[in-house]
């Protein structure tokens, strides 16, 4: 059994860590003591592919697997919990429930 990452899961952790340290990194202190949303954040992970990582590309999601999930969450959980919260949650509770139990035309919508 193989249990050294992938190139491509090095590659999505490279790009998390890489977007954290640039970017999170900058407004984690003032959108914590300020209670503000990471509207921005979550748009920018989004276009990285984070929001939808265990989608089917077939509904427009990455289709990654499951290690590069969590070595992306780590990533982003190192510099801000919060956004990694909000991460998780996309990802597990909102696209698997619709990919899994969701109608046809909801997983096409999502």
Same mark, same amino acid.
């Given at each position: 059994?193989?249990?050294?990452?992938?190139?491509?899961?090095?590659? @999505?952790?490279?790009?998390?860590?890489?977007?954290?340290?640039?970017?999170?990194? %900058?407004? /984690?202190?003032?959108?914590?003591?300020?209670?503000?949303?990471?509207?921005?954040? /979550? %748009?920018?992970?989004?276009? +990285?592919?984070?929001?939808?990582? +265990?989608?089917?590309? %077939?509904?427009?999601?990455?289709?990654?697997?499951?290690?590069?999930?969590? +070595?992306?969450?780590?990533?982003?959980? %190192? /510099?801000?919990?919060?956004?990694?919260?909000?991460?998780?949650?996309?990802?597990? +509770?909102?696209?698997?429930? @619709?990919?899994?139990?969701?109608?046809?035309?909801?997983?096409?919508?999502?």
């Amino acid at each position: 059994m193989n249990f050294e990452f992938t190139e491509e899961q090095l590659m @999505i952790q490279q790009s998390a860590r890489d977007y954290a340290q640039r970017e999170l990194i %900058k407004d /984690v202190i003032e959108r914590d003591t300020h209670a503000i949303y990471p509207t921005e954040h /979550v %748009k920018a992970l989004s276009e +990285l592919g984070f929001m939808g990582m +265990l989608v089917d590309p %077939k509904y427009d999601g990455g289709g990654m697997d499951t290690v590069s999930y969590v +070595l992306a969450m780590e990533e982003i959980s %190192k /510099v801000d919990s919060s956004v990694s919260v909000i991460m998780s949650v996309n990802n597990s +509770l909102v696209c698997y429930g @619709i990919e899994k139990f969701g109608t046809e035309e909801q997983r096409k919508n999502s």
